[in-house]
Every structure is written in structure tokens, then in C-alpha cells.
């Protein structure tokens, strides 16, 4: 095991990894009470377009089957996962997102225990039609509640307007006519492609004795036979900077109007540092144009224009990219001039250098006060990873940011042909 040392917070990660090509972090945190420990494999909705283990040929699969493979992990020919874990004391989840799935559990005691049933539900998969027929019903109902969600609806209607062809315009759920294309098979061939330790991450936080834990993982995953692994060929339709729609309006049961602006990453190729210092520029950016202290925040809320819903997001991963301006509001047009003719005037004038600099020490807040979260690491550290970043190297690439590195990625990503404007009427 290798310790990753990060003096100015305090802390030792321990890493290694395994033959079979498992990367396994352990983060000991004597203060704990709780230890969660996440197994995360870097396959999410997007990757429905690859070459299966053992085949040479590229094979379109139907869309949600990330998720719904999320869901069939927790079927057990013997044993009922759910009931194993609460016996043992033990909360389990999981989730995907458009690049990774992960199973995650939190507990106080019987840690080995768990540890051990999250390692093995996850790598003994047990599908048969029966229940594969029983689970489309199951999500079938899941999206049609997300369908009659305005929020969730908006998401994914800005998405559609940013991108032409990537499935990230595409609802993580899939489909009710994807879903039902969904067969054993599939199933099997996906979970065999993306589900082998070596395109997977263990990652454990908690009161634990990293030495005692990396034991119990290499003992198990050595009572385990693995095919040797393969690169796996994902393949991608390619995109351009220019927006599948510049507008767009859709009209869906709400009582407030929502608007939404959208700007699509030209360069989403980035890894690395390059991506940490690029994504903490732009959320930072992004708070010092429309942040509740802000100017055009002030303007729009004092105008009566929009409420508290208001946000603003950054989305990053290899391939796309994102950002995602808006919220509820009376006046849609209004709040698209503002942002627009805010967006312009930090492009005219140099950034105000104190400004930056408070918005940098309120990121470097945030930041701190999240990772006193076991949960918020645990989910947060892997997604890092699989880009080839440190969750721990935020902190001194925020502290190292200037105005002008904010500067170079506001004229990078807020180009007008990457611009697209969603408002949502009521019915």
C-alpha cells in the first residue's frame, strides 16, 4: 500500500492496486463513527455504444441500461441483499450517473462484514428473464414519474437543445420503448464489459486500519477468477461547439414560468490538472457573475424577475460538458437579457481582481465544509479518479487561481454559437 500524503489538510490516503486491476483507496479517519465505503465502476448512461468483452464489432445497446443493470445487481439467487446488509447494521444504495455506477453502503459496525457482501453482491450478477420482465414495469413507472417532473423535464429538454447527437441528451432511465428492448443478454454482455475490477474503484472512509482493510479486500478478490482485461472501445457520435437548437419552449404543468440558459463545452476533451484548473475557474466564474452577491442576482431578485430557485451549475466529464444558468421566473425574457448582457460585459472589462479574489476564499469555504462529509468524499472521490484528478488537489488549485486564469475560460466557454435558452410555459 502507498500512502498519498496531503499535509495542508491533514490527511493520508492509502492505495493500491490489486492483480486483478482493482484500485482500492482507504481514507482513515479517527474522529468517525461511521465508515461508507463506495465500489464504482466507470460505466454510466452514455456508454451505450461499444465494443462487448470479446468481440471486436462496436454494438448500439438500448438506452438505460446502465441503470437498469444498477437495479438487477441487487438480485441475489440465495440471498436477499437488503435484508443482509440491514442485518448487519448496514444503509445500502446506489446510483448512475451519465459515466459511472455506484454501490455505496454506511454503517458503525460489523465494517468487515459489509465490506465483504458489497464486494460480493456486486461481483456475483444473477439475471433471469423472469425478473428482468418484472423490473420494466418497475422503471416503466420510475419514468413516467420523472416525465411528469418539471425540473427533471427542463434538465434533460436543455440538454436535447445543447447536443445533436450525444446520449447525454438522453434520460438516464432510457426510455419506456428502450427499456423494453432490454434482454438477459444485454445484460450479461454489459456486466461483463464494464463490471471487471480493473475498470472499477473500492473506496472505504472511516475509524478503519487501512492495513487490516486492504487485507480483508485481497483475500477476497483473490478467492476470485477474472478474465484478463481489455481495453474497452466506447464509441461516440462526434459533436461539434454549434448547439443542436439555439431556443426552444415547452409547456408543462407548472404554476411559475422556468427559464434556462445553456452553454456547451467546445473542448471536452480535457484530463487531469487541466480539467481541475479549468472546472474551478469556471464554477468560480460562474459564482462571480451570478452568485447571490453579484450584481445581476441583485438586479434580477430586487426586479421581482426571479426567486430563489435560481441556480447555476457546471457539468464536465470526458467527452461533454456543460453549464446550466436559470430557475423560476415571471419575466424568462427579462432574465435571458440579463444574463446575456452580463455574460458580455465580463467579456469587455477586465475582472475586478478583489472581486475574484472573495469569490476564490467563498469556493475555498464551500469546500472545506464539504469534505467534513464521509459521504460527500466517498461519492465525490471516485468521479476524480475516473478524470484522472485528485479530489484533494482542489484546494490548492483554488488557491492558486488568478483573475486571468478566470478570464481565458470565460472567453473559452461562453461563445454564442455554444448558447441555447429553454423556458418553460405552463399548460
Known sequence: MKPIIYEKLGETIYHEKLVNGLEVYILPKKGFHKTVATFTTKYGSVDNNFSPLGKDDSTPFPAGLAHFLEHKMFDCEKCDVFHTFAKQGAFVNAFTSFTRTAYTLSATSNINENLTTLLDFVQEPYFTDETIEKEKGIIEQEIKMYDDNPDWRARFGILENLYKSHPVKMDLAGTISSINQIKKEDLYSCYNTFYH?????????????????????????????????????????????????????????????????????????????????????????????????????????????????????????????????????????????????????????????????????????????????????????????????????????????????LEDVLHLHFSDEARTTLIVESK
Open 197 to 405: 475490477p480493473d475498470n472499477m474503484l473500492f473506496f472505504v472512509i472511516g475509524p478503519v486500519v487501512p492495513e487490516e482493510i486492504i487485507r480483508l479486500i485481497r483475500n477476497n478478490q483473490e478467492q476470485k477468477k477474472f478474465p484478463e482485461p481489455e481495453e474497452i472501445q466506447r464509441i461516440f457520435p462526434e459533436e461539434d461547439v454549434k448547439v443542436n437548437r439555439s431556443s426552444s419552449v415547452i409547456k408543462l404543468p407548472v404554476q411559475i414560468p422556468k427559464v434556462f440558459i445553456g452553454y456547451k463545452e467546445s473542448n471536452p476533451t480535457r484530463q487531469g490538472q487541466e480539467l481541475l484548473k479549468y472546472e474551478s475557474s469556471l464554477n468560480v466564474l460562474l459564482e462571480l457573475m451570478f452568485g447571490s452577491s453579484s450584481d445581476a442576482y441583485g438586479k434580477m431578485y430586487d426586479s421581482g424577475y426571479l426567486d430563489k430557485t435560481f441556480t447555476f451549475d457546471y457539468t464536465n466529464e470526458k467527452g461533454f460538458g456543460f453549464s446550466i444558468i436559470g430557475g423560476n421566473s415571471q419575466a424568462p425574457e427579462e432574465v435571458i437579457n440579463i444574463i446575456s448582457e452580463t455574460i458580455d460585459r465580463f467579456k469587455k472589462e477586465p475582472i475586478n481582481k478583489e472581486a475574484a479574489e472573495r469569490v476564490i476564499k467563498k469556493e475555498i469555504g464551500s469546500f472545506l465544509s464539504a469534505i467534513n462529509s464521509p459521504q460527500f468524499i466517498a461519492n465525490q472521490f471516485t468521479r476524480y479518479r475516473f478524470n484522472e484528478m485528485d479530489l484533494f488537489d482542489v484546494l490548492p488549485t483554488l488557491e492558486n487561481l488568478t483573475r486571468y486564469d
